[in-house]
């Protein structure tokens, strides 16, 4: 299975995947040779509280303009 093929059932099983980060994105902005290191920085970014913070208020606004109600 190639990397649009997995994608293609993640996302048919609900998960969205046109964001995702790959570790070249870190190794290609810093001098950094080490795929764990950069796998480290993509977790420790993208699991930050104000980031997911931030995410969840911004699905809390695009779900308020789609006029969808929160449920209690």
């Known amino acids: 299975m190639n990397i649009e ?3 293609q059932v993640l996302r048919d099983a609900g998960f969205f995947v046109d964001n995702l980060w ?12 080490d795929d764990e290191q950069a796998q480290s920085i993509l977790y420790n970014s993208l699991t930050n509280e104000s980031v997911m913070e931030r995410i969840w208020d911004s ?4 779900a308020k303009e789609e006029n969808l109600d929160l449920i209690d």
């Open 5 to 7: 093929e997995a994608k």
């Open 59 to 62: 699905i809390d606004y695009q």
């Open 22 to 33: 790959h570790i070249n994105d870190i190794k290609d902005r810093y001098n950094c040779d």
